[in-house]
């Protein structure tokens, strides 16, 4: 293995130590300078790409080259590059052609609307799981402003949520170009207020968001607890609800299941049409692969796309991550990979996430799905927005676990195991008459168990 396939092989491993935008911002412009007598050079482009690598990623960096080339006994950093930059292989070129965040350089994001136009309709997979968002958006497409509005999509991380607003905005754009569409962030929504209030440009802040045909607010959770980003939205909102413009939210919960956001916004969210996304059943699994592989003109035996699918049940993008994995053993090695092979090189990928669940991260989880801190869990408080996350922890661990309710009294401040009986026998019962209670409770597994 020379010194380009080594750390395009690092490079195709990275990915799952590190998130998209920390990948297409640290890795893209790197590569390997020198390789002699064990100590192996790599260039990147500045002295801040430098440090952060040193810093933040060495460790594993070095585990992995030493995993990939045991003669290899330390690894440098180096602002710099060669005559010729390595040419990044065709599965790391995908990966960062499908970052979709917002500000990072090189990526084909459309300035004027935000949208990354590789999120199609024609590339989203439909399936039981999503049929409905995607009917939903499908008919704003038809009566916008009027039909559906607003439009609020919720459903856990990596279940294309992103990828069926952004192509609502697209389908949009190309149908009616002088249209202004605008899709945002809640986080940068979020900065704007703070930016616009600081420079004292509120008024032109105000203007560029109500002058939008069509306003899409991606992860609106984040809202919570910021009273002035709050206020402007629901006023940007009554502005655009009444000129007729459409509206379009995504969350990873129902609008019922945010903590700290105002009854007067979580109202008009509620206002329009609410639809959810759930986990994909296996026949989408296998279809969503199917599809990514023929976008990356790349064909695998039938038993890997049906491994990969049998064992990565609750995450999309953990999906198509485990078929990159797949692609870069085969341009490691220069072939199709066998199913025992693929096996192989995915085991530390497909693993069974229930042997990390315990009580304590149960606790963890429910607290910060209702924005609490754990201590406040645990504690004798009887406020109202710590009983309800209390007895869902509580009914968690006996349904998950299968602890025992002395055993879970315990855990949660030595309470008497009367508590604990009580807490699970209200929750099971509201379970059998609350749908948004079970919206909430699949959400908190999925954060549980990593999907």
């Keep these: 293995m020379d010194t380009q396939e080594l750390w395009q092989a690092t490079l195709a491993q990275l ?36 440090e952060w690598l040193e810093n933040k ?43 979709p965040q917002l500000e990072l350089q090189g990526l084909k994001v459309n300035k004027t609307t935000n949208l990354n136009p590789r999120y199609t309709f024609s590339n989203f997979i439909v399936g039981p799981f999503n049929e409905l968002a ?14 559906y509005n607003p439009l609020f999509v919720y459903g856990g991380v990596g ?56 306003l899409i607010i991606d992860d609106v959770q984040f809202l919570a607890g910021k009273d002035k980003t709050q206020e402007e939205l629901f006023h940007t909102f009554n502005a655009l609800y009444e000129q007729g413009k459409q509206i379009i939210f995504s969350s990873d919960r129902s609008p019922k299941a945010i903590p700290a956001i105002e009854d007067r916004l979580r109202s008009r969210f509620e206002g329009g049409m609410i639809a959810d996304i759930g986990h994909p059943d296996f026949e989408t699994r296998l279809a969503i692969l199917k599809t990514k592989a023929q976008e990356l003109s790349i064909e695998f035996e039938e038993g890997i796309y049906e491994y990969i699918a049998s064992h990565i049940q609750r995450n999309v993008r953990e999906l198509e991550g485990a078929l990159n994995r797949v692609l870069a053993f085969q341009s490691l090695h220069n072939k199709k990979p066998s199913l025992q092979e693929a096996k192989a090189f995915l085991k530390n990928v497909i693993q069974d996430k229930s042997t990390n669940v315990n009580p304590r991260k149960i606790i963890q989880m429910v607290a910060e799905f209702y924005d609490l801190k ?23 661990m006996r349904d998950e676990l299968k602890c025992s309710y002395p055993f879970i009294g315990k855990k949660f401040g030595g309470k008497d195991h009367t508590t604990a009986i009580y807490a699970c026998d209200k929750i099971a019962k509201e379970l059998d008459e609350s749908e948004s ?13 990593g999907g």
Excluded at 438 to 446: F, G, K, V, Y
């Design 159 to 214: 279940l294309g949520k992103t990828h069926l607003l952004q192509a609502v905005g697209n389908q949009f754009f190309q149908e009616s170009p002088q249209k202004k569409i605008r899709y945002v962030s809640s986080e940068r929504f979020t900065s704007g207020v703070v930016s616009a209030i600081r420079n004292r440009q509120v008024d032109a802040f105000r203007s560029a968001y109500r002058e939008t045909d069509v």
């Design 437 to 449: 209670l079970a919206d909430e409770l699949s959400l908190i597994r999925q954060r549980v168990y």
């Design 374 to 396: 754990e201590r406040e869990l645990i504690a004798a408080s009887r406020k109202k927005e710590v009983v309800r996350p209390r007895q869902i922890a509580m009914f968690l």
């Design 57 to 99: 990623y060495s460790k594993v960096i070095f585990k992995i080259i030493r995993e990939l080339n045991g003669e290899v006994k330390e690894v440098r950093y180096m602002v710099g590059k060669p005559e010729a930059l390595v040419k990044e292989a065709p599965f790391l070129q995908q990966t960062l052609r499908q970052e």
């Design 15 to 50: 990915q799952f130590h590190v998130s998209k935008a920390g990948f297409a911002t640290w890795f893209k412009n790197t590569s390997i300078l020198s390789h002699k007598e064990g100590e192996l050079v790599v260039g990147v482009p500045n002295s801040f790409s430098k």
């Design 134 to 147: 995607h009917a939903a958006s499908l008919g704003i497409l038809k009566n916008p402003g009027h039909s």
